[in-house]
């Protein structure tokens, strides 16, 4: 039972340099959400995506794009990568309901952006 | 603008100590407060509050919510060196989809 995966785990890029992100969860769940984690800043969302075919801005997605690719994938997109966008980022997926309403994390990337 | 704040922001106590970790938050249309703990990866999932006065327990750890006041309280008793941890909470509105996180409160436990 996989949950949610997240790959790479690590990556650095050069300033100006692209890449995604990808993630993938198992569960069946309709939402899936990025954040980027700092330093005493906590969680803050990039995007989210409440159904396949649907995404959203969260507080930080300037510099970033997603793709909601089907019910399972979610990806995060750096055009133009800045050394401000050096951070950890985390994929979640959402399991819905009045008792529950819980979110799944993957276990991380570490982007260094040189 | 919703908002999260945890206190204290860091915390080192001795295995055996029980701790009270803070939470206070602002929200549009109140739905839920959750705590997650984060060791060295991921977030975990401890609970999930909705509803004021009543706890929740798990172990040796309980949490309960007071809606009135907009605040929760993280209580862990008999500290262990595996509750070392970034303890989250995080909000979410009506509508379900949108979770504010706070800053974390990183506990330290020394043997």
């Known amino acids: 039972n996989a949950g949610v995966t997240q790959t790479p785990k690590f990556q650095v890029l050069k300033t100006g340099q692209s890449m995604t992100l990808q993630c993938a969860q198992d569960?069946?769940?309709?939402?899936m959400y990025w954040y980027r984690q700092d330093p005493g800043m906590g969680l803050r969302l990039i995007y989210y995506s409440a159904s396949e075919g649907t995404t959203d801005k969260g507080e930080v997605p300037n510099g970033y794009n997603v793709s909601r690719l089907n019910k399972r994938e979610f990806s995060l997109r750096l055009e133009s990568a800045a050394p401000s966008q050096t951070s950890v980022y985390f994929c979640?997926?959402?399991?819905?309901?009045?008792?529950?309403?819980?979110?799944?994390f993957g276990a991380g990337t570490r982007l260094s952006v040189l | 603008e919703d908002k999260v704040v945890q206190s204290p922001l860091s915390l080192v106590v001795h295995e055996g100590d029980t701790v009270t970790l803070n939470c206070s938050y602002e929200v549009t249309n109140f739905r839920s407060l959750l705590w997650y703990k984060q060791e060295k990866k991921a977030p975990t999932f401890l609970f999930m509050l909705t509803s004021s006065g009543i706890e929740k327990k798990s172990g040796r750890l309980s949490s309960i919510l007071d809606k009135k006041e907009l605040f929760s309280i993280l209580n862990i008793t008999a500290t262990q060196t595996g509750d070392s941890a970034v303890y989250l909470c995080?909000?979410?509105?009506?509508?379900?989809?949108?979770?504010?996180f706070g800053p974390g409160t990183r506990l330290s436990v020394l043997p």
């Open positions: 979640a997926s959402l399991e819905p309901g009045v008792a529950k309403n819980i979110q799944y």
């Open positions: 569960m069946n769940h309709n939402s």
């Open positions: 995080a909000v979410t509105d009506n509508y379900g989809q949108n979770f504010v």
